[in-house]
């Protein structure tokens, strides 16, 4: 049987960091963790060892990647709130204020059908199953809505505050 893997595509699920030197794997082990882990179980998911992965959590520490919570033994997890920065930053890197701005508005419209449509100020605000049972629409349509909107919420804070970091360096550029 031939392989009909081809070169240039990923790896399987099971094996998503396959090829990737050991930096990679620890990095893309601690993007999929969700809570504080220890070195020794990111070092088997990774598949290194242990010393290696304490080196490397220590290195994603410093940089605001990972935190570390003391004990025994220490446990590190990824830093959301980095991530966050990271995105925002790219965001206003690559777009212009009236990109961002024009961006805000959409996502705002969006927001406000969603309000009007839901009669409600948030996604959480709505009662899924009493919306599905009352209208002609599934359940699952009632929490697609609700998660566009949820992101649209997210997303519109991350253009704004982009935004808002792109105009204040222009304004102190112009300045100064």
């Not at 081809?6 to 969700?34: H, K, M, N």
């Not at 605001?64 to 991530?83: K, L």
């Amino acid at each position: 049987m031939p392989n009909s893997e081809s070169p240039d595509s990923p790896p399987p699920f099971e094996d998503a960091f396959r090829g990737d030197d050991v930096e990679q794997r620890i990095y893309g082990t601690i993007l999929q963790t969700r809570e504080p882990t220890a070195a020794s179980t990111i070092a088997t998911r990774a598949d290194c060892d242990p010393k290696t992965a304490r080196k490397y959590l220590g290195w994603f520490t410093d940089l605001g990647i990972v935190t570390r919570h003391d004990g025994h033994p220490a446990t590190y997890e990824r830093n959301d709130a980095y991530f966050e920065w990271r995105r925002i930053n790219q965001l206003a890197a690559e777009h212009s204020v009236e990109d961002l701005q024009q961006r805000v508005q959409e996502l705002m419209a969006q927001i406000n059908d969603y309000e009007a449509m839901y009669e409600a100020s948030t996604p959480a605000a709505v009662d899924a199953v009493a919306i599905s049972e009352t209208t002609n629409r599934t359940i699952d349509d009632v929490y697609s809505d609700l998660a566009d909107w949820a992101t649209a919420r997210e997303e519109r804070t991350r253009y704004e505050r982009a935004r808002q970091q792109l105009a204040s360096g222009e304004t102190e550029q112009a300045s100064g």
